[in-house]
């Protein structure tokens, strides 16, 4: 992988530095590729991404204080021709999509194999896209179907953390419990809910739970279909 006797340079964005140890030590055992950078957070990630000249961004979706994929919007805004790739716990038939609409270059579950990451960098590294296959049998359904059903079209109006809030009342964690994930408040967390109804017409915070939870489903009963 390495050009010119040139390893190529892989900047790591998770909140977790214990999760950051273990990529570096994975990533470093491959002869081309080297860690040139880390962060915790977007705005730290931001600071430092153009001085470390990266190859490909590996960023997780939940960040301290942000979400990975404003992250990589703002990337793809400012120009900076640089792959991401999404390293991320969360379920990629409820991300993967939004993830590679917004700019990135692939998506990865954490619960892959070692070797399933090594082959996305490398994916992304070559100018391709990387997602599962369950994952792109999906997609390409999709593609060739017309319209949409009424759970998926309303999900599209939310923003990056009102969907990542929408999904987390449809598993449901109450709003102090999003709120610690998010590393939020319970009032910002409530005025991403109110905002979530005002999009979906939802009249109570009862219709937001049965609506969160049946699109939850239908996207993994989607997703399960296809494996």
């Keep these: 992988m390495a050009v010119n006797g040139r390893k190529k340079r892989v900047y790591l964005v998770d909140d977790h530095p214990i999760v ?48 990975g994929l404003e992250l990589i919007k703002t990337i793809d805004d400012l120009g900076l021709k640089i792959p991401t790739l999404v390293l991320s716990m969360h379920d990629e038939s409820l991300y993967a999509e939004h993830a590679l609409r917004v700019g990135a270059s692939g998506y990865v579950m954490k619960q892959a194999a070692s070797s399933t990451l090594i082959q996305a960098i490398e994916k992304v590294l070559d100018g391709e896209i990387y997602v599962s296959k369950t994952m792109s049998s999906q997609m390409l359904k999709m593609a060739f179907r017309s319209g949409g059903d009424e759970l ?76």
């Design 20 to 67: 950051r140890q273990g990529l570096i030590k994975l990533i470093e055992q491959e002869e081309g590729l080297e860690v040139c950078g880390e962060a915790g957070c977007v705005k730290e990630a931001l600071t430092e991404i153009q001085q470390a000249d990266p190859d490909v961004i590996l960023v997780d979706i939940s960040l301290e204080g942000s979400n």
């Design 152 to 227: 998926r079209t309303g999900t599209e109006t939310l923003s990056l953390r009102e969907l990542e809030v929408f999904e987390l009342v449809g598993r449901g964690n109450s709003t102090r419990e999003i709120a610690d994930q998010l590393h939020l408040s319970v009032k910002t967390i409530e005025t991403y809910r109110a905002h979530i109804k005002d999009k979906l017409q939802l009249r109570s915070a009862t219709e937001l739970m049965q609506r969160a939870i049946h699109w939850v489903e239908n996207e993994q009963h989607r997703y399960s279909s296809n494996s």
